[in-house]
């Protein structure tokens, strides 16, 4: 079946990974020996599994773990320097992100394990990243409150490093805590960006602008967020245990017993909903709750479809993903991957190989393969690619980033009226007034 997909969900405790089909409810296989950080787990291009770890607090390094489709058992251990919290990878499987809880940021060469940058972003821990949709900007949220966005041909290209001020593209500071979830729309760099905070609110922000486009407040902490497909709307989890629907291109109301732009609510969970996923159509919506449950919802209903149970302990990870194809749901050890060289690649780098790290770096953004990057098969993607896959989606832009300032320039233009028929009355009084005035002194004038 073409079109099928899975639901992965993890636990920040021990429990590992579970998996099941999404609109057959058929559970696939558990992969053993898992406690994730929230964002911490990566299906990384759908050729294996990835997630960060929240085991040896008392360590300074941490672990990185990866598991193939067909084996419930960790076949790859990576151990960085630091504990990392945040875990990405981008669609072409090329990179795999972290962010460390000193608010450094590693980028690693998935098919080496090579660290190819690293870099402090934030000022406290991270705990959320995410590529835009053309892979060319990778975005985080941290503690501190602080969103960032980061060009990864800025990243990578030492000139235009040493000329630039920052690293950054832009750098949102409007959320007043802990940002607890960053999720980005299409349209490469005309999309919109959504941010999520312990303040209460969630934030739109306009990637071509650089600007803050909408602010919600909402009646609960927002720990997760997912966007509609279309972007009409968004879904927002709460701490109360309700998902909110936010409207990105509804009209200002105050009728909303919410609050404005919130247009509705889906309501099942006892306890907080940590983490939210679409389908690849939006019509169904997961999330994953601190109660231990998985609901399945139908967005055109709100109804609630389906319940998945994962093992004991809260989820705090789900992700929805096409159905590998290399994945046997029958057999738990199957020899069929390493038949056909499906080996996973190599354990991430602790520390980058100066010495060799630069030629590196500059082999691979010039598109030509030499012979020490074999490795790299072709699903793997050249700047000059990426750079022209951007500048046909800057030319069609994001529909939802456009309604948007659509509607913020017509509230614009609306106030504008507003004030300049203000400014008539105003002068339509004041020449009133200077005309009574011209009057009233050539009355006194003729008196005399």
Known sequence: MDDAELVIASSSTDVGISCWDLHTGAEHLRFKSCASPPHGVASVAGRFLASSQLRDSKSSSGSIFYWSWNKPQVEVKSFPSEPIKPLVSNSQGTYIAGGGV??????????????????????????????????????????????????????????????????????????????????????????????????????????????????????????????????HVFYAG???????????????????????????????????????????????????????????????TRNMIRVFRHTKGPVNNVLVIRNPQHLNPQTSANSSSRRHGLTLPPPLEKFAKSADENSHIKAFIGGSHSTSNQLLDSSYITVQTMESQIKELQQKGSSAAAEVDLERLKSEQQSSVQMIQKLKKINENLHEFCVTKLLDANRAEAAE
């Not at 000022?123 to 501190?144: H, K």
């Not at 609050?259 to 006892?270: A, C, D, F, R, V």
């Open 102 to 231: 000193s608010g450094e940021i590693y980028l690693w060469e998935v098919a080496t394990g090579k660290l190819l940058k690293q870099w402090h972003a934030h000022y406290r821990a991270v705990t959320c990243l995410v590529f835009n949709d053309d892979q060319s900007l990778l975005i985080s949220g941290a503690e501190d409150g602080y969103v960032y966005v980061w060009s990864l041909f800025l990243i990578f290209d030492d000139a235009r490093r040493a000329e630039s001020k920052h690293l950054y593209e832009y750098s949102f500071n409007a959320h007043s805590l802990r940002v607890t979830d960053v999720k980005t729309g299409y349209g490469g760099c005309n999309a919109i960006i959504v941010s999520a905070s312990e303040d209460r609110t969630c934030k739109v922000w306009s990637l071509a602008r650089g600007e803050l486009l909408r602010n919600i407040v909402f009646p609960s902490v927002i720990d997760s967020i997912s966007l509609d497909p279309g972007e």
């Open 238 to 300: 709460g701490r109360d245990g309700k998902i909110y629907i936010a409207g990105l291109n509804a009209p200002v109301t105050n009728n909303s017993s919410y609050g404005k732009y919130i247009i509705g609510s889906l309501s099942e969970h006892s306890k907080s909903v940590t983490c939210l996923a679409s389908s690849a159509n939006g019509f169904l919506l997961v999330s994953g709750s601190e109660d231990g449950m998985i609901r399945v919802w139908d967005t055109r």
